[in-house]
């Protein structure tokens, strides 16, 4: 089954296309205040060979194409913004507590295609430039909480205008680091420690995502710093959002996000991942010369938060992409249909 025995959807089609506008426009300006951003337009693709698509987990393939009048040069459809966001910030001049956002599409056609996921990916990439100094736990979890609080108030003046969209979030989000969790879980899988802890706490941002062996779960080596020791004897400056959704009754994940690697984070993590050949792209020479600010950003996904915000049980109710034809007929048979 694709959805839980019984649901129906709170809010009809028409409701829902409105509610999902409401939701990302209240959002968005919320964020934008939190963390003091502003919009900027961002690229559907970049250059093959350049260093700066995101690589997510180094294994997915992008999307490539030639451009015909340009001699044919390659061409990638952009995974996500992660390290074309920092270039952003230097070449644009922001100064420290200030930064960007944008309202970015992607494609990753190795993605899984279920009620959660989907091979199109709308998020809001946003980047922030910060002090040498605030390279720590402490500004990390400063800032998780105030994008925990843009989403608190948009489930507020949600309900306020949809009264059946009860918020179900805590009032606030617990810090666990994925090591903590995998010695107190040290039988279940990552994504069953998520699960219990999602469910415990309502609302967590677990720390660490990438380091170990093995990893809690993969993370590029050459954007968030997953592999620093803390003054708590944990590595990772990283970590994601993770939510109990109470129409599926498991964890969702809404953001990834942390302070970004610095020179010698970078090297020690390509060495680790076994990728030094990565220095010599465009991108990572531009940062081993200096010439990118220290930051902290992240991807918060937008059909993923209306869909929790609205209380869907699948992304295809929010989103307009590529579905199973089981999914997309036992949704009519219950009564409303995928987008």
Known sequence: MYFPEGYKPLLGQHETEKAIKDAKDTFERSLSGALRLSRVTSPLFVPSGSGIN??????????????????????EIVQSLAKWKRMALADYGVKPGRGLYTDMNALRPDDDIDAIHSIYVDQWDWEKVIAKEDRNLDYLKDTVRAIYGAIKRTAFLLEEDYPMLHDTLPDDI?????EEAAQEYPDLTPQARERMLAERYGAIFLI?????NPPHSGRAPDYDDWS???EFGYHGLNGDIIVWDTV??????????????????????????NCKEREKLYWHQRLLRGDYPETIGGGIGQSRLCMFLLHKAHIGEVQASVWQNEAREEAIKAGFSLL
Do not use: C, W
């Not at 617990?174 to 994925?178: G, L, N, P, T």
């Not at 660490?208 to 170990?212: E, L, Q």
């Not at 969702?252 to 060495?271: C, F, K, N, W």
């Open 228 to 230: 620093t020791e803390t």
């Open 208 to 212: 660490g995502i990438g380091y170990g």
């Open 54 to 75: 995101d690589d997510l987990n180094g294994v997915e393939n992008p999307v490539r194409f030639n451009v015909k009048n340009l001699s044919g040069e390659g061409m």
């Open 248 to 273: 599926r009754h498991d964890s969702l994940e809404l953001s990834s996000m942390g302070i970004r690697v610095d020179r010698d984070a970078l090297m020690r993590q390509l060495e680790i991942r």
């Open 174 to 178: 617990v810090f666990v680091h994925s």
